[in-house]
C-alpha cells in the first residue's frame, strides 16, 4: 500500500473536479435558503445511542455501517452515518423548538461515513446536503422539500430523475400492516437471514433486491390497503399539491428506505443513469423520531441529495456546469525589480475586488503564460524590465489577443473598468 493512496472507499478532490463538487452544493443549498431554511452544523460525530436509538437498532446501517470508537475516556461515539438524528438532536438541545417559530427549517451539507462495500456511487465516506423541517405536521410541508429538491436538480440542468413517492403509514396503521405483512411473508421460502428479518424488520423484506425473492412478493399485502384515513388523506394532499406545482412523481409502493424513523410520506430522487446506485436523494417525514430520542412530540419531514452522485449524474447526462473561471486577471513579472511592482499591482486588484493571481517562483515567459492560460483568466499583465523604466505594463485580452501598453500607474483602475 502506498503512502499517498486514499482509505478504500474513500476519494480526494482535488482541482479542477472539486469545483463542481462545490458548485452542486451551491446549487442544492440555494433553493433552500431562499426559502426559510437556516444553516446548522453538527458533529461529525454522536454518541452511539443517538444512531442505535434514531436511525434504529435493526438497520444495516446500524448493525453494520456504522464507524464506531471508544475515547480515551470510555464513551462511545460513532461517525455520523446520516444526518437526520444529528440535527434533530441538536435543534432539541439549543431549544430551537420552543422559539414559538415552527417548523424550525434547517439546512445542512457535510461528510457522512458508512462501513458498506465500495462500488461506483457508492462510498465509505460521502457527501450530502440535507433539509429538515421539524415540528409541524403539514402536507405542504412534505410538498415544499420535494418541490425544493425538484428545483435543485433542475437548476443544475439534471433531466433523467424521477422521484418515487410512497407512504409508510402512521403508528395506528403501520402496526397492523406490519403484521398482515409478516404473515404473508412466513409462509415463503427465505434463507434464514431474511426470515429473521421478518420478525425484526418485515418492511426491509420488501426491498430485498433478488429476483427469487421478488417474484415471491407480487401477492404480499399492499401497504395502501391498510392506511388509515388519516394517513390517506395526507397521502393524497402531498400528491394533489405535488401535481399542482407540476412535479411528476411515480407512486411507488415498494419504497421503505433503509432508516426505521420514517412515517407516512417517503420519496426517493433516482437517477437513471447511475446503475445500481441509482438514488441520489431520498427522504421523508418522521414523526416519532423526537420521541424515539427522547424529545417531545414534533412532527418533521426532511431529505439528504447526495452529492457525490448527483456529480456522477451530472456526468451521466453529459451536463457541463457552466463555471466561470476564478481568475480574471493573471500577472506575469519578468524580472526581480517587475516581481515587486506586479505583486503591489495584484494586491491592489485583490482589495479592489478583482480576482487575481501571480506567476511565482520567476518563471519564464512561456511557462508563466501557459499558467495565465490555464487559470482562464481575461486578462494578463506582463512587464519586463523596459516597460517598468518607461512606467507601463502590459495589458493583454486574452479572448482578444489584443495587447496594448498601459501606464502603471492606471493598471489597476483601467482593469476594474474593462471588467465592469
Ligand atoms: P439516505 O437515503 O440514507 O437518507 O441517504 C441520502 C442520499 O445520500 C442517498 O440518496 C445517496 O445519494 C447518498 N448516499 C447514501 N449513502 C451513500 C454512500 N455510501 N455513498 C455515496 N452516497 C451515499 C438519509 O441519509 C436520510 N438522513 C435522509 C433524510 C433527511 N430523511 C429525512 N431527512
Known amino acids: 500500500m502506498s503512502t499517498f493512496q486514499a482509505p478504500k472507499g474513500t476519494y480526494d ?46 438497520t444495516d446501517i446500524v448493525t453494520k455501517e456504522m464507524y464506531t470508537l471508544t475515547t480515551k475516556g470510555g464513551s462511545q461515539l460513532a461517525l455520523r452515518p446520516e444526518g437526520t438524528a444529528s440535527v434533530l438532536r441538536a435543534a432539541l438541545q439549543a431549544n430551537l423548538h420552543k422559539a414559538g417559530n415552527l417548523p424550525v427549517k434547517l439546512w445542512y451539507s457535510g461528510s457522512y461515513y458508512r462501513y458498506e462495500r465500495p462500488q461506483k456511487g457508492r462510498y465509505r465516506h460521502f457527501s450530502q446536503v440535507g ?60 434463507d434464514e437471514e431474511t426470515r429473521r428479518r421478518i420478525e425484526i424488520n418485515p418492511l426491509r423484506v420488501l426491498d ?30 402531498v400528491r394533489a399539491l405535488l401535481t399542482a406545482a407540476g412535479v411528476a412523481f411515480e407512486d411507488d409502493e415498494k419504497l421503505v428506505r433503509g432508516l426505521d424513523y420514517y412515517t407516512r410520506t417517503t420519496f426517493e430522487f ?62 506575469v513579472p519578468l524580472g526581480e525589480e517587475a516581481r515587486r ?44 524590465e523596459r516597460d517598468l523604466a518607461e512606467g507601463v505594463v502590459q495589458l493583454k485580452d486574452m479572448e482578444s489577443g489584443e495587447q496594448s501598453a498601459v501606464p502603471l500607474a492606471e493598471a489597476a483602475a483601467e482593469l476594474a473598468k474593462r471588467l465592469g
Open 131 to 190: 433539509a429538515e423541517a421539524i415540528g409541524t405536521e403539514d402536507p405542504v410541508l412534505d410538498a415544499e422539500l420535494i418541490i425544493l429538491a425538484d428545483q435543485a436538480y433542475r437548476s443544475l440542468g439534471l433531466r433523467r430523475f424521477r422521484i418515487l413517492l410512497n407512504s409508510l403509514g402512521d403508528k395506528e396503521c403501520r402496526p397492523v400492516y406490519r403484521e398482515a405483512l409478516q404473515t404473508f411473508l412466513r409462509d415463503l421460502d427465505l
Open 13 to 58: 478532490l482535488t482541482p479542477p473536479d472539486s469545483a463542481k463538487f462545490l458548485a452542486v452544493r451551491e446549487a442544492i443549498s440555494a433553493p433552500l435558503r431562499d426559502s426559510g431554511y437556516g444553516y446548522i452544523e453538527t458533529p461529525g460525530f454522536e454518541n452511539v445511542e443517538l444512531f442505535a436509538r434514531g436511525v434504529g437498532e435493526s
Open 208 to 237: 430485498d433486491k433478488r429476483a427469487d425473492v421478488q417474484k415471491q412478493l407480487t401477492d404480499a399485502p399492499k401497504f395502501r390497503d391498510y392506511l388509515c384515513d388519516a394517513c390517506k388523506a395526507y397521502h393524497e394532499e
Open 270 to 331: 433516482v437517477h437513471d443513469g447511475l446503475g445500481s446506485q441509482s438514488a441520489v436523494g431520498g427522504g421523508g417525514r418522521y414523526d416519532g423520531l423526537s420521541e424515539m430520542i427522547g424529545g417531545p412530540e414534533l412532527p418533521s419531514v426532511g431529505w439528504a441529495l447526495g452529492v457525490d452522485r448527483t456529480v456522477l449524474a451530472l456526468e451521466a447526462e453529459g451536463v457541463e456546469l457552466d463555471l466561470p473561471a476564478t481568475t480574471s486577471v493573471y500577472a
Open 341 to 384: 511592482v506586479l505583486f503591489g499591482v495584484v494586491t491592489e486588484l485583490r482589495r479592489a475586488g478583482i480576482a487575481a493571481d501571480f506567476a511565482f517562483g520567476g518563471r519564464g515567459l512561456k511557462g508563466a503564460m501557459k499558467s495565465a492560460n490555464r487559470s482562464g483568466a481575461r486578462y494578463t499583465l506582463v512587464a519586463g
